[in-house]
């Protein structure tokens, strides 16, 4: 096998051109878009090319189909959405506390106005999984991985001595992912969502419950 020019990376397993992500990244940015506006079940392809103004060839040579495609968007959602969460608490001075880490995997924070992408997917993906079997398969990788991360953050807190030992911490951690899950299924749906002001005296007496 011919070496990797230095002009070439390896992604995937495939060798590719560095300016090549570029198109990768239109292509996420279209699917998201596409999937936030018809859904998962009516979102074609050649329409997510049409948005990024590519061929549908173009989105065949970084994925293998619809689902595939849509659990990369939905991980560039959720990766993005996590880093933008964990610095604005990180602004707060809210690093140091297990529960306000579990925020920086919510779907949104207190500076978003509006449904964020990875609020939107996330739901959508839950959705597609639930209707088509297909979807799951590839979808629930994900899903897993974000209920992961509840589970090793609350470990550890427990760990700590923050959360009791008697509490059971992977029913803790679906439960937590739960709550953002039916809330941002709420606000989509049109219903009014929590006030900021509100959390803070929710978090502190979740806190004192869990560790009594």
Not at 30 to 49: C, P
Not at 68 to 79: H, I, P, Q, S, Y
Not at 105 to 126: G, H, K, W
């Amino acid at each position: 096998m011919a070496p990797v020019s230095k002009r070439e990376i390896t992604i995937d397993g495939r060798i590719r051109r560095p300016w090549a992500l570029a198109s990768k990244d239109r292509i996420l940015a279209a699917a998201t878009a596409e999937i936030a506006s018809v859904g998962f079940e009516r979102a074609r392809l050649t329409d997510i090319a049409h948005r990024a103004e590519m061929t549908p060839g173009s989105v065949y040579t970084w994925f293998e189909n619809k689902e595939d495609l849509f659990r990369a968007a939905l991980e560039d959602a959720l990766t993005s959405q996590i880093a933008l969460n964990a610095a604005v608490h990180d602004s707060d001075g809210y690093r140091d506390s297990w529960l306000l880490q579990v925020l920086t995997l919510i779907p949104r924070n207190t500076q978003d106005v509006e449904a964020t992408d990875a609020q939107m997917l996330l739901i959508e993906s839950y959705y597609a999984a639930w209707r088509d079997p297909k979807a799951r398969k590839n979808l629930l990788k994900g899903l897993t991985s974000h209920l992961e991360m509840y589970n090793t953050i609350l470990t550890k807190a427990q760990a700590e001595g923050h959360i009791a030992p008697d509490v059971d911490a992977e029913a803790l951690a679906l439960l937590l992912l739960a709550i953002p899950t039916g809330l941002s299924l709420l606000n989509l749906a049109g219903l009014p969502r929590i006030k900021d002001a509100s959390w803070p005296n929710i978090y502190q007496l979740f806190r004192n419950f869990l560790k009594s």
